[in-house]
């Protein structure tokens, strides 16, 4: 089993940043393609970021590259969404997921594919 518990969502002006943590607990940690994904109201959960167990494998949504960047630290446990440049369309409450693979390059873009998910924290971007 592994939980995941993300924080530092808030409030920022447009052209802001912020850093989303999400950290895990559970045994191979390092073994798990980690996710991001948001749910903007209304709207399906979609796909924001991903990031490999193995170091530098990382893909993104059209709508946040160059902007947004995932990073892992597995002696912590821990995936952060580096979130820069935002948008009001980014406004969403945002998601981590977990997904045990065999394979040290692999990852989803589905949110079907994901076991584990967090309770999801707030960003709101005002224009």
């Known amino acids: 089993q592994v939980q995941l518990v993300e924080s530092g969502g808030g409030q920022v002006q447009a052209g802001g940043s912020l850093r989303l943590s999400c950290a895990a607990s559970?045994?191979?940690?390092?073994?798990?393609?980690m996710g991001w994904f948001r749910q903007a109201p209304g709207k399906e959960r979609e796909f924001v970021g991903a990031?490999?167990?193995?170091?530098?494998?990382?893909d993104y949504a059209d709508s946040v590259k160059g902007r947004f960047t995932i990073s892992r630290d597995n002696a912590k446990n821990t995936v952060f969404l580096q979130m820069n440049g935002l948008k009001p369309e980014d406004t969403a409450v945002y998601y981590c997921?977990?997904?045990?693979?065999?394979?040290?390059?692999?990852?989803?873009?589905?949110?079907?594919?994901?076991?584990?998910w967090g309770q999801g924290t707030q960003v709101t971007v005002s224009s």
């Open positions: 997921a977990a997904v045990r693979t065999l394979y040290s390059g692999t990852y989803s873009t589905t949110p079907g594919a994901y076991d584990y």
């Open positions: 559970g045994r191979a940690f390092s073994s798990y393609a």
């Open positions: 990031i490999a167990w193995s170091i530098g494998r990382t």
